[in-house]
Every structure is written in C-alpha cells, then in structure tokens.
C-alpha cells in the first residue's frame, strides 16, 4: 500500500470539523476501515456463509452505503451460488467511482453494479438481501425506524437485513472498558493517541451508536420477527434479521 491510500487524515491536521465522507476519506477509506473495524473482514466471510445458506437462486443483494464496494467484491468471491446479482448504492460520486473500477479491475464489473442514490429513499422492491454495514450509526437517531421500515418494505417476504454497527453499554463501567479496549485495538493498528482522540472528536456529533439491544428492539418494531446477532466483539456487533415468508 502507498502513503497516498494510508490513513494519515488525523496525524497532522487539527480538527476543526464534524467527520464526512471527504475526497480525503475516500483515498484512504480501505485502509481506514481495515485499521478501525475489528474482524471487518472476518465479518464479512461470516456474512457470506449466512447468505449462502439463506438467498435463493437470482436473488440481488443490495449494499447500502457501499462506499467503495469492498463488501460486495468479497461476496462475489466467496459465495457459491452464481445466478446472484450484486448492487451497491451511496451518496458519494467518489466512492462509487472507486467501487466502479476496482470491479472493473478484479473483472467483476458484470456481476457487480452501482447507484449513486440517498440511501434512505431505495426503492428496490422484492430485494432478496440488504446490507447495512457500519452505516445505520451515522443515520439521525429520529430517522432510522422510518429507514428501517422502508428496507423492510423492499424485502422480498423471507428476505435477509444483515447490519453491523459500532454499539453502546448503558452499563457506564463495561462501556469505559470497551472504549477502551477498542482503543487499544487502533493503537495496535498503528494510530497515535493523538490521531485516535482526534478522530474520536470529529466523529462526535456524527456517528451515534445504539445498544445491541436497542438496535434488536428497532428491528422488531418494523416487522422482523428473527432477529439474531451473530457476531460481536465488545463494542462492535453483527446482526442478521429475516422478513417473515407470511406478512
């Protein structure tokens, strides 16, 4: 990896700004995301291997918020089942044209497509699985019951949300502890104290996470009767939840 695609953003720059998606980010977000994300893709192998037992034959799976369609590269390499079509949607003309041409470049471009939309507008009815990805957290609290029943609506009855997200304790000890140990974990990936306290402060206002249990109760509350969390690591969390075969 070249300096250039490394995550440098906070080692030098005072912060002065909320986090966003920037032309910054987007030259360095792979490597952002490997450094930031415990067992990202150790998750994303797991993801797969739940899809391949759930999706049925053409079903699309739809990556929301796929920045620059590494979850999507990996799911078509890893899953069995060749008639599934796979679609990446986001905001960010940048990340999607990165997304674009590392499909072109792994020659996945004919398997894989992608939609530059808000993500909170899809309509994509009879989708066989949707991907929600460490993306629901920077959605405003207010919003997400009502982006979370539109996904639900777009799901194809015994359709599959698989969503990941960065959690909270309300216990205020196991939550010190987890921060910390998340800490811990990006000092480990190389970042300084400096770039994870900057970092932490950019995302302040903008990334606001729920509990494991918060985030279960919303899904039920659209309509999802299973509802299962099948990974976690302190305070990080994979959940996988499917649309009744019977409204």
Same mark, same amino acid.
């Given at each position: 990896?070249?300096?250039?695609?490394?995550?440098?953003?906070?080692?030098?720059?005072?912060?002065?700004?909320?986090?966003?998606?920037?032309?910054?980010?987007?030259?360095?977000?792979?490597?952002?995301?490997?450094?930031?994300?415990?067992?990202?893709?150790?998750?994303?192998?797991?993801?797969?291997?739940?899809?391949?037992?759930?999706?049925?034959?053409?079903?699309? #799976?739809?990556? +929301? &918020?796929?920045?620059?369609?590494?979850?999507? *590269? %990996?799911?078509? @390499? !890893?899953?069995?089942? $060749?008639? #599934?079509?796979? +679609? &990446?949607?986001?905001?960010?003309?940048?990340? *999607? %044209?990165?997304? @674009? !041409?590392?499909?072109? $470049?792994?020659?996945?471009?004919?398997?894989?497509?992608?939609?530059?939309?808000?993500?909170?507008?899809?309509? !994509?009815?009879?989708?066989?699985?949707?991907?929600?990805?460490?993306?629901?957290?920077?959605?405003?609290?207010?919003?997400?019951?009502?982006?979370?029943?539109?996904?639900?609506?777009?799901?194809?009855?015994?359709?599959?949300?698989?969503?990941?997200?960065?959690?909270?304790?309300?216990?205020?000890?196991?939550?010190?502890?987890?921060?910390?140990?998340?800490?811990?974990?990006?000092?480990?990936?190389?970042?300084?104290?400096?770039?994870?306290?900057?970092?932490?402060?950019?995302?302040?206002?903008?990334?606001?996470?729920?509990?494991?249990?918060?985030?279960?109760?919303?899904?039920?509350?659209?309509?999802?009767?299973?509802?299962?969390?099948?990974?976690?690591?302190?305070?990080?969390?994979?959940?996988?939840?499917?649309?009744?075969?019977?409204?």
């Amino acid at each position: 990896m070249s300096e250039k695609d490394k995550d440098t953003i906070y080692r030098n720059d005072s912060v002065n700004e909320d986090f966003v998606f920037s032309e910054r980010v987007v030259e360095v977000f792979d490597d952002m995301l490997d450094r930031s994300i415990p067992f990202y893709h150790e998750v994303i192998r797991a993801t797969a291997s739940l899809l391949d037992a759930l999706l049925k034959d053409y079903d699309q #799976i739809v990556d +929301l &918020g796929c920045a620059t369609g590494t979850t999507l *590269l %990996e799911f078509c @390499r !890893l899953l069995n089942n $060749n008639t #599934i079509s796979y +679609l &990446g949607v986001d905001n960010s003309p940048a990340m *999607l %044209e990165k997304g @674009r !041409l590392k499909a072109k $470049n792994y020659q996945k471009n004919t398997k894989i497509s992608f939609q530059e939309e808000d993500i909170t507008r899809i309509n !994509l009815p009879e989708t066989g699985a949707f991907i929600l990805n460490y993306t629901l957290q920077f959605i405003r609290p207010v919003l997400r019951e009502e982006f979370l029943a539109t996904i639900y609506a777009n799901l194809r009855p015994g359709g599959v949300l698989i969503l990941s997200e960065k959690t909270i304790c309300h216990d205020p000890l196991f939550n010190r502890i987890f921060i910390e140990l998340y800490h811990r974990f990006k000092r480990k990936k190389g970042y300084s104290e400096l770039e994870i306290a900057r970092k932490r402060e950019a995302l302040e206002n903008v990334l606001i996470p729920f509990s494991i249990e918060e985030n279960k109760t919303l899904l039920h509350k659209v309509g999802f009767t299973s509802v299962e969390s099948y990974f976690q690591w302190f305070n990080f969390a994979s959940f996988v939840a499917i649309k009744p075969e019977v409204d």
